[in-house]
């Protein structure tokens, strides 16, 4: 029997697995797996700047296009850099496979050069990870981890391959198939009814959507609006759902939570039943649990069964997959010959609170509102489906409130982990799933600093990503909640000494952009759309501007302040203790 | 601001993995990672070729914790199946232990004849001493080791539990 390499068998098993870009950078511990990959055209090999990058730019590739994003780095630091973006994809369910160098076998333990316990490390934040010490267990290794990462809930899995490994042969073909990882997959027949039979005799629902919805793929999105129009249902959505529902649609609550919208959150607290579908009533979308939707029955429908109960109890789980149960659901509608109640009061009502106008902020004659260059970025740029990525803070929930979107794998956050530096390596991974897209990443002056390194990746791939840059000169959500909590002491949250980043764009060889004034604002963002390659736009907004409405932390998710209100009343020791 | 403590539950619950390395880990790590108590675990291989293993846990928490507990198990590729005796009903519950007591005259009788009345076996012997071997529900252990503790005990070395549910069905 032929024998190969372990890093020829890895080559061949990606290949198998349908790989065609992997996202890396190279080091000791991988030189054999890098050498492999020099006369190999198979797999496209794209060298980042940071490994945060590699772990970021794969996240934007999978939540773009629904592939498993594929991470390849090197042993100790190479492995520690990409633990925040596996920490990240751990939290939002994103399909990723790293490879990590280890040291030889007979170093392990030894504290070696660039030696670390990568298994260890990434042990609570990979859905699964290896250690491979036989490059006759790298095939099968290797396949399970790409099943593992894409189906049940989707999330990382880490495999850690000592550099011996990589070089010792093994017989070729020797790929026994592993079975163990089964998911559930299609709900309990009889919960599936009494939802329905549940979901008809509702006068006040609401469909609350995650990004389990996204995650799926897109025929669940496509169920979702076939359900909502059967029942007629108000839907809201978390930040991790966004684009699964369209935006323009009359039941369209926009997004719930604790920078939601008024209309999204009274819904959900006044509903008599509540439907999640892919969403795990996160503490951002309850606020306080005693306060979250206290007459509302509940049903939750989730692949993970851990998800059920964790946070809130629920009436009726239904463990599956959102596609499977929701055409259940469907089915057994249509079916069962259900109809829906008259929903026309409970509209009424969410008129009621919808004129509130929750997302209204005061307009200024001087100064570029934040929220008013989002809503430009979307009237000029949404004829072209653009790709949304960002960072973490109040661009990103200013994005989330005043973009809107109207397809799945449009909008790529960083929603559980909360991370600065994910948007720039995102789009990266975005745009080279989808070269044709425009993709932009709305950014603070703060977050960009935090992978500003992987303008060099874009630039080397020719890939016309756009960063546009909120520059308020703060870290505005620390900022903010200085001022909400802490009396507008703002502790280190001031972005001294920035870049000019116009420079620093043409540094790198992209176009920068800089808008100052508001009459600037609609012709910089054109210019930035018209620029054949990438751009950065620093845009110049108010800066202590806040992003309104917000519940706090720890507060009923009813109470929301909006623009007008007090935001220097005291708080209290249980508010500042609360995340 | 006051910590608040919730009303705790204690559970046992049976695992059975993939022999595969670095599951304790994982499930330890699981325990401590998200807040969870371990009072007990045994662990040990219980299958013909080797590949299985069964874990025995106690852990105490309140009800929606232990629920959570039950469900965060599964959610690890290597773990087959969890099986919270506590919820399924009646079951057996029985740790061994070892137990080195030291002495002389009448220490050494009572010792020797306490052991008889505990069902314990003298397992190994000196002129001094006696390592008695007892095996039973973790309360008898206890109440036996705190007997000895008055008459010279040394050391104490307990497996914790293994559970098994009664009746003819497996968990």
Request: charged share 20%; proline share 5%.
């Amino acid at each position: 029997m032929t024998e190969r390499s372990g890093a020829d068998i890895l080559m061949d098993t990606l290949v198998e697995q349908g790989v065609e870009v992997v996202f890396g950078y190279p080091g000791g511990a991988v030189l054999p797996i890098y050498d492999a990959l020099f006369n190999d055209n198979r797999i496209r090999h794209i060298l980042v700047r940071h490994e945060a990058g590699a772990a970021h730019a794969a996240e934007g590739y999978a939540r773009s296009t629904g592939k498993p994003g594929v991470v390849l780095v090197t042993s100790g630091p190479g492995a520690t850099n990409a633990v925040t973006g596996i920490a990240d994809a751990f939290m939002d369910s994103i399909p990723m496979v790293v490879l990590t160098g280890q040291v030889a076998t007979a170093m392990i333990g030894t504290d070696a050069f660039q030696e670390a316990d990568t298994v260890g490390i990434t042990r609570h934040c990979t859905k699964h990870n290896y250690l491979v010490k036989d490059p006759a267990d790298l095939a099968a290794t290797i396949n399970e981890a790409f099943k593992i990462a894409t189906t049940g809930r989707p999330g990382p899995v880490v495999i850690d391959i000592p550099k011996d490994v990589q070089v010792a042969s093994a017989p070729a073909n020797q790929t026994e198939p592993r079975s163990r990882f089964n998911p559930p997959t299609t709900g309990a027949p009889e919960a599936i009814a009494q939802a329905v039979a549940m979901l008809a005799a509702a006068e006040a629902p609401v469909l609350y959507t995650g990004g389990g919805i996204i995650n799926s793929g897109p025929e669940a999105s496509e169920l979702l609006r076939e359900l909502q129009d059967l029942c007629g249902a108000p839907l809201t959505s978390t930040l991790m759902g966004l684009g699964a529902f369209p935006a323009q649609n009359k039941a369209w609550l926009g997004m719930l939570g604790m920078h939601g919208t008024y209309e999204a959150n009274m819904a959900m607290n006044r509903a008599d039943l509540i439907i999640s579908v892919g969403a795990r009533f996160d503490d951002r979308v309850t606020g306080r649990i005693e306060d979250f939707a206290p007459n509302a029955k509940k049903i939750h429908i989730d692949i993970d069964r851990s998800s059920i109960n964790k946070t809130v109890q629920v009436d009726l789980p239904i463990i599956g997959d959102c596609t499977l149960v929701l055409r259940q659901m469907i089915d057994e509608w249509k079916s069962s010959d259900a109809s829906a109640q008259n929903l026309s009061e409970w509209y009424a009502r969410i008129d009621g609170w919808r004129a509130r106008n929750s997302l209204a902020y005061p307009q200024s004659e001087e100064e570029i509102m934040p929220q008013l260059a989002i809503e430009r970025l979307f009237e000029l740029t949404k004829q072209y489906d653009p790709i949304i990525t960002t960072e973490v803070g109040q661009h990103q929930m200013w994005a989330a409130q005043h973009f809107h979107f109207f397809a799945p794998n449009k909008w790529l956050t960083s929603g559980g982990l909360g991370t600065m530096g994910y948007g720039l390596p995102a789009a990266i991974g975005a745009q080279l799933g989808n070269p044709e897209a425009l993709v932009i990443d709305v950014a603070g002056e703060a977050s960009i600093q935090m992978n500003i390194q992987e303008l060099g990746t874009a630039s080397q791939y020719r890939l016309p990503v756009k960063v546009f840059i909120l520059n308020n000169e703060y870290m505005g959500m620390v900022r903010q909640w200085q001022e909400l909590t802490y009396e507008s002491r703002y502790s280190n949250s001031y972005s001294d000494s920035l870049p000019d980043f116009v420079k620093l764009a043409e540094a790198y060889g992209w176009k920068g952009i800089v808008i100052e004034n508001l009459d600037d604002l609609d012709a910089g963002i054109q210019a930035m759309i018209d620029h054949d390659g990438p751009v950065i736009v620093d845009c110049r907004v108010a800066k202590l501007a806040n992003c309104l409405p917000m519940f706090r932390s720890g507060a009923p998710h009813t109470e929301m302040i909006m623009y007008g209100d007090d935001t220097q009343r005291e708080v209290t020791a249980e508010a500042k203790a609360s995340v | 601001m006051k910590i608040q403590h919730r009303e705790q539950e204690r559970h046992v619950l049976a695992i059975t993995v993939d022999n595969e390395s670095g599951i304790l880990a994982k499930i330890a790590g699981l325990f401590t990672a998200r807040g969870y108590n371990i009072d007990s675990l045994t662990v040990a291989d219980i299958s013909e070729n080797h590949n299985v293993s069964r874990i025995t846990i106690v852990t105490h928490g309140p009800p929606a914790v232990i629920d959570q507990i039950h469900a965060q198990l599964e959610r690890l590729v290597p773990v087959h199946k969890v099986s919270d005796l506590t919820e399924l009903g009646p079951h057996v519950e029985r740790e061994l232990a070892l137990v080195k007591v030291a002495g002389k005259g009448d220490n050494r009788v009572e010792a020797l004849r306490l052991a008889d009345v505990y069902r314990a076996k003298v397992v190994d012997s000196t002129t001094e001493s006696f390592i008695f071997e007892i095996t039973g529900a973790p309360e008898k252990i206890d109440s036996f080791v705190a007997l000895m503790r008055e008459l010279g005990l040394v050391e104490v070395g307990r497996t914790g539990i293994v559970g098994m549910m009664r009746g003819v069905n497996g968990a």
